[in-house]
């Protein structure tokens, strides 16, 4: 199913119980879209991106033939802009508890840029024996983003099907929310450069992954 509009927080929250995962479109005015694609090719140009790896501190890899993406990890000072879309995603996070009893606390999330023809190999946002991501939340920046540029989020629906599967094109304005522990995913190639602002809900505590 695909939500429509922005004050959808029960219809969220019924799709993350049923399904799992959300689509939501025009979660954001374009206008907080554009100033927030400006921010992150910005970042990009003035060398404030680095190359994205997989796995964490002395784990951490870099390959492009997995991941090809450069981000720019986001605290501090923020724009009004990703204020704006951080002030949403506490309401959310606040409905998300009330509705489903998540106990999400924190917020960490980057842009993430995508040249051409780079791509994401399929993965699980969760570190191993670490448990504490609980939902993966993805925002599109792409303006008038076409079927044929490519670039989809293929949201695997099944983990023992990996031909069950969803693709979402990454059209600006739209929110992806999916748990980060069941869903594997991964970002197909595109003709054109590819924005997104990729965040994870977490929990308090950490909880070893048995």
Same mark, same amino acid.
């Given at each position: 199913?695909?939500?429509?509009?922005?004050?959808?927080?029960?219809?969220?929250?019924?799709?993350?119980?049923?399904?799992?995962?959300?689509?939501?479109?025009?979660?954001?005015?374009?206008?907080?879209?554009?100033?927030?694609?400006?921010?992150?090719?910005?970042?990009?140009?003035?060398?404030?991106?680095?190359?994205?790896?997989?796995?964490?501190?002395?784990?951490?890899?870099?390959?492009?033939?997995?991941?090809?993406?450069?981000?720019?990890? $986001? #605290?501090?000072?923020?724009?009004?802009? +990703?204020?704006?879309? !951080?002030?949403? &995603?506490? /309401?959310?996070?606040?409905? @998300?508890?009330?509705?489903?009893?998540?106990?999400?606390?924190?917020?960490?999330?980057?842009?993430?840029?995508?040249?051409?023809?780079?791509?994401?190999?399929?993965? $699980? #946002?969760?570190?191993?024996?670490?448990? +504490?991501?609980?939902? !993966?939340?993805? &925002?599109? /920046?792409?303006?008038?983003? @076409?079927?044929?540029?490519?670039?989809?989020?293929?949201?695997?629906?099944?983990?023992?099907?990996?031909?069950?599967?969803?693709?979402?094109?990454?059209?600006?304005?739209?929110?992806?929310?999916?748990?980060?522990? +069941?869903?594997?995913?991964?970002?197909?190639?595109?003709?054109?450069?590819?924005?997104?602002?990729?965040?994870?809900?977490?929990?308090?505590?950490?909880?070893?992954?048995?």
């Amino acid at each position: 199913m695909t939500i429509s509009g922005t004050n959808s927080h029960q219809l969220i929250a019924d799709e993350l119980e049923f399904n799992g995962y959300a689509v939501v479109p025009d979660f954001l005015s374009s206008e907080i879209i554009t100033g927030m694609a400006e921010e992150a090719l910005a970042f990009q140009m003035t060398g404030q991106m680095h190359h994205a790896g997989t796995g964490r501190g002395s784990g951490l890899l870099h390959n492009v033939a997995l991941r090809g993406d450069e981000i720019h990890w $986001l #605290d501090g000072h923020a724009s009004s802009e +990703r204020q704006d879309y !951080s002030d949403s &995603l506490e /309401l959310l996070r606040l409905a @998300l508890n009330r509705s489903l009893s998540l106990g999400l606390f924190d917020y960490e999330h980057h842009y993430a840029v995508y040249p051409v023809d780079s791509h994401y190999s399929r993965h $699980l #946002d969760q570190f191993q024996r670490e448990g +504490r991501r609980t939902l !993966s939340c993805i &925002l599109y /920046l792409n303006q008038d983003w @076409l079927i044929s540029d490519g670039g989809a989020l293929r949201l695997y629906l099944d983990a023992e099907d990996f031909l069950n599967f969803r693709d979402v094109m990454p059209v600006a304005g739209t929110l992806v929310i999916f748990m980060s522990t +069941r869903f594997w995913h991964e970002v197909l190639p595109a003709t054109r450069t590819r924005l997104s602002l990729t965040g994870w809900f977490s929990t308090r505590a950490e909880y070893p992954r048995i």
